[in-house]
C-alpha cells in the first residue's frame, strides 16, 4: 500500500511508487537548497546552499553531512561531466566551472562574445561532452544569491559549451530559463521558463525541444505549472519527467500526462536520482534535503 507521501493521478505513477515507503528528511538548515548532484564511486551527494553560499555534502554510507565547499562563489545548479568531475554553475562567479579531481577549479566559461554571463543556473553534460547551461538573471537581481549588477548580454538565453569551448546560444526566446535535461536517448532537451517570478505576463511552463547535433528546434510547450514554478528536474530510464514544483515533486509521462506527485512540506527546487541502484530521489526543499525511494532508476 502507498502511503499519504505518494498521490496517484494516473495507474502508471503507481508502478513508479514503492508501497509502505515514506519520504525521508536528511538534514535541514538551508536557506535555498539546489543543484544536487549523485557520485556513485563515494556514495555521496553534493548540494548548494545558495544564500548561505556553501555546498554541501551528504553521505550515504553514515548518514552524515557536511560543508563540502565555503565560500562557493553563490554556486546553484551541479552535474558530473563524461569523467566524473563536477561541473557547477555559479551565481556569484557568473561562470560555469569544473573541479578536477585534484580539487583544482577550472573555469569552462565566463563569457558570451566578451559580456559576462547574467547567473549560470543549471547545466547538463550531453555523452559527447558538450555542456549545455541556462543563465536566467536570478544572481544578479539582489545581492541574496549573488552579487546585484545589470546584465552585460542584455537577456536570459540558455547556451551550449563545445568540448573545445566554443560557446554558443541555443535558444533565445525564454523569460528565465531554468531547470534544463536531457531525455534519456537525447533527442529531445527539457528546459523550464520561470518568468514568471518576474511578473504576472511572464511564462510557468516547460519547453520540449528536439535535439538536431549542436542545435535546437521545435520548443513547444510541454507542461503548465500548477502549483509554484517548475525548477530543477531529471528523467528516469522510462522517459518520465519527475520535477519541483510548489508542492513537492511532480512526476509527467513523456506524453505530457501529470502522473503523480511526492508530497514534500517545502517548496522543491531541484532533485537527482542516486543511491547505489539510482532508484533513490534526492530531493532540495527549501531549507532542507529530502529522499524518496522508487520502483524506477535515473536515466
Known amino acids: 500500500m502507498l502511503t499519504s507521501d505518494?498521490?496517484?493521478?494516473?495507474?502508471?505513477?503507481?508502478r513508479l511508487?514503492?508501497?509502505?515507503?515514506?519520504?525521508?528528511?536528511?538534514?535541514?538548515?538551508?536557506?535555498?537548497?539546489?543543484?544536487?548532484?549523485?557520485?556513485?564511486?563515494?556514495?555521496?551527494?553534493?548540494?548548494?546552499?545558495?544564500?548561505n553560499d556553501r555546498m554541501m555534502r551528504f553521505d550515504e554510507t553514515d548518514g552524515s553531512v557536511s560543508v563540502f565547499r565555503q565560500p562557493a562563489m553563490n554556486s546553484n545548479?551541479?552535474?558530473l561531466d563524461r569523467e566524473g568531475r563536477l561541473v557547477t554553475c555559479e551565481h556569484r562567479g557568473r561562470r560555469v566551472t569544473r573541479t578536477e579531481?585534484?580539487?583544482?577549479i577550472t573555469v569552462l566559461a565566463d563569457r558570451f562574445e566578451g559580456k559576462r554571463f547574467n547567473s549560470p543556473n543549471d547545466a547538463v553534460v550531453k555523452s559527447d561532452g558538450s555542456i549545455w547551461f541556462t543563465d536566467p538573471s536570478y544572481g544578479i537581481d539582489s545581492d541574496y544569491e549573488g552579487d546585484a549588477a545589470p546584465s552585460e548580454i542584455g537577456a536570459c538565453h540558455v547556451y551550449r559549451i563545445d568540448p573545445s569551448g566554443r560557446v554558443t546560444i541555443v535558444a533565445d526566446?525564454?523569460?528565465?530559463?531554468?531547470?534544463?535535461?536531457?531525455?534519456?536517448?537525447?533527442?529531445?532537451?527539457?528546459?523550464?521558463?520561470?518568468?514568471?517570478?518576474?511578473?504576472?505576463?511572464?511564462?510557468?511552463?516547460?519547453?520540449?525541444f528536439d535535439v538536431n547535433g549542436e542545435t535546437l528546434s521545435g520548443g513547444a510547450v510541454f507542461a503548465e505549472s500548477e502549483v509554484g514554478m517548475f525548477d530543477g528536474m531529471r528523467l528516469d530510464i522510462h522517459g518520465n519527467i519527475?520535477?519541483?514544483?510548489?508542492?513537492?515533486?511532480?512526476?509527467?509521462?513523456?506524453?505530457?500526462?501529470?502522473?503523480?506527485?511526492?508530497?514534500?512540506?517545502?517548496?522543491?527546487?531541484?532533485?537527482?536520482?542516486?543511491?547505489?541502484?539510482?532508484?533513490?530521489?534526492?530531493?532540495?526543499?527549501?531549507?532542507?534535503?529530502?529522499?524518496?525511494?522508487l520502483n524506477t532508476r535515473g536515466a
Open 101 to 104: 579531481h585534484d580539487g583544482r
Open 242 to 293: 519527475w520535477t519541483s514544483s510548489g508542492d513537492g515533486i511532480r512526476c509527467y509521462g513523456a506524453d505530457g500526462v501529470l502522473l503523480g506527485i511526492v508530497r514534500i512540506p517545502e517548496v522543491v527546487a531541484n532533485c537527482a536520482f542516486g543511491g547505489l541502484k539510482r532508484n533513490r530521489l534526492f530531493i532540495c526543499g527549501t531549507t532542507s534535503l529530502y529522499s524518496v525511494y
Open 17 to 51: 511508487a514503492m508501497g509502505n515507503v515514506h519520504v525521508e528528511k536528511l538534514y535541514t538548515g538551508c536557506r535555498w537548497a539546489e543543484g544536487p548532484a549523485w557520485f556513485g564511486g563515494g556514495r555521496y551527494l553534493l548540494w548548494s546552499d545558495i544564500p
Open 6 to 14: 505518494f498521490v496517484v493521478l494516473d495507474p502508471r505513477f503507481a
Open 77 to 79: 545548479g551541479n552535474t
Open 173 to 208: 526566446d525564454f523569460a528565465k530559463p531554468n531547470g534544463i535535461a536531457f531525455s534519456p536517448d537525447e533527442s529531445q532537451l527539457y528546459i523550464v521558463d520561470t518568468g514568471r517570478s518576474h511578473g504576472a505576463e511572464f511564462p510557468k511552463h516547460m519547453r520540449r
